[in-house]
Every structure is written in C-alpha cells, then in structure tokens.
Antibody
Framework: EVQLLESGGGLVQPGGSLRLSCAASGFTFSNSAMSWVRQAPGKGLEWVSGISPGGGDTPYADSVKGRFTISRDNSQNILYLQMNSLRVEDTAVYYC????????????WGQGTLVTVSS | EILMTQSPATLSVSPGERATLSCRASQSVSSNLAWYQQKPGQGPRLLIYDASTRATGIPPRFSGSGSGTEFTLTISSLQSEDFAVYYCQQYKNWPPSTFGHGTKVDIK
C-alpha cells in the first residue's frame, strides 16, 4: 500500500522559513516523479513544484520560484520542500503527490500538512 | 498556462440520482485530463485519468468522457460516500499542471 506522510507544517511569521518533509513507502520511490500541491483554506488545488525521479529536473510555479526549493533523498525515501521568504498568501495545506512521469496524473496523495503564515 | 473551468460550482443531487460535472480547458489538452475526488480533511483521490480510464479500485458508476477542451464526469447513481468536491486537472502542458476550481456535490 502506497503511503505518503507529510510533516513539518506549523505557524511561521511572514519572511520566515519552514521545511516540509514527505516520507514515502509502499512503492519504488526512486522511480517516481513527485510533486508538492497546496490548497489554501476553502480554495482549490495549486501545483507548487515537482521533481524528477533522479532529482535533476525541478520545475516551480511562478508564485514560489526563487523562494521554494524541492529536493529528494532516494536513499531514505523522503521528499522535501524548503520554503523561504514566506508570505501570508503561502498559507495552505501542502500535499505531496506521486506520479509515474512528468506528464501524468497524480496517482497517490498524502493527507497534507498545514502551513500558516501570520504575524 | 492552460486554464481549467468547472461547472457548476455546486451541484445538489439526491441519493440514487445521476450527477454530471463539466470541465473546460482554455486550449486543447487532448485526452490528458484527470478527475479527483476530495472529502473534508483528506487528500484528493484519483478517479479518472486519460479522460475516461478509471483508476484502480474506482467503481464503475464513475465514468469520464470528452477530449480536446470539453470533458464530463458522470456519477450514474450517487451513493452517500460520493458527496464530495471534484476537481479536474490537465497534464498535457506540464509544468504547470493546472486544476479547475472544483465542483461540490452535495445532498439535495
């Protein structure tokens, strides 16, 4: 059974930093493309960033480019999202999601971790 | 960036009735279209991919159709567990992968 377990969310002040983690199990992590997708309170889904199986390709949404960094540790089966210069509008539940390739649907999702940016 | 528009925003349906949800893309996405179901407090669940293929474990009352710019998700006979929010997503032009704003299916 595929499991994706996010952690690292919390309350942070504007301008602050946070690192999210996603522990993966039940599939061959090193063969899967991964993404972070967020959902602001009461809103829809917004893709944030993705990473290829080997980590060499890391696209970002324009809204987070230059502030967020996605990475992965294939030896530990963990996906990361380093979030710097956080803004109030970054407040959201952050989900990690798995897919088989770049142009593919998200087969599996985690339960999410809430990030609140507020003074 | 391809914009995805879903309609209606809310659909009120009685249990056992048919529900039809629409999704329109601002330009052709061929059949690179997925549907997801999301319940409160949960992550989304993949229902349909490639516009009409059910994901593993999805019951046959869920069906998808369409190609190009117009897509439909049909739930043939709504069960109590189907009341949720449904999102469409295009993955033809990636990145970014873009989602519709969702259709909430609630009890009439």
């Amino acid at each position: 059974e595929v499991q994706l377990l996010e952690s690292g969310g919390g309350l942070v002040q504007p301008g602050g930093s946070l690192r999210l983690s996603c522990a993966a199990s039940g599939f061959t992590f090193s063969n899967s493309a991964m993404s972070w997708v967020r959902q602001a309170p009461g809103k829809g889904l917004e893709w944030v960033s993705g990473i290829s199986p080997g980590g060499g390709d890391t696209p970002y949404a324009d809204s987070v480019k230059g502030r967020f960094t996605i990475s992965r540790d294939n030896s530990q089966n963990i996906l990361y999202l380093q979030m710097n210069s956080l803004r109030v509008e970054d407040t959201a539940v952050y989900y990690c999601a798995r897919k088989t390739s770049g142009a593919a649907p998200f087969d599996d999702w985690g339960q999410g971790t809430l990030v609140t940016v507020s003074s | 960036e391809i914009l995805m528009t879903q309609s209606p925003a809310t659909l009120s349906v009685s249990p056992g009735e048919r529900a039809t949800l629409s999704c329109r893309a601002s330009q052709s996405v061929s059949s690179n279209l997925a549907w997801y179901q999301q319940k409160p407090g949960q992550g989304p669940r993949l229902l349909i991919y490639d516009a009409s293929t059910r994901a593993t474990g999805i019951p046959p009352r869920f069906s998808g159709s369409g190609s190009g710019t117009e897509f439909t998700l049909t739930i043939s006979s709504l069960q109590s567990e189907d009341f949720a929010v449904y999102y469409c997503q295009q993955y033809k032009n990636w990145p970014p992968s873009t989602f519709g704003h969702g259709t909430k299916v609630d009890i009439k």
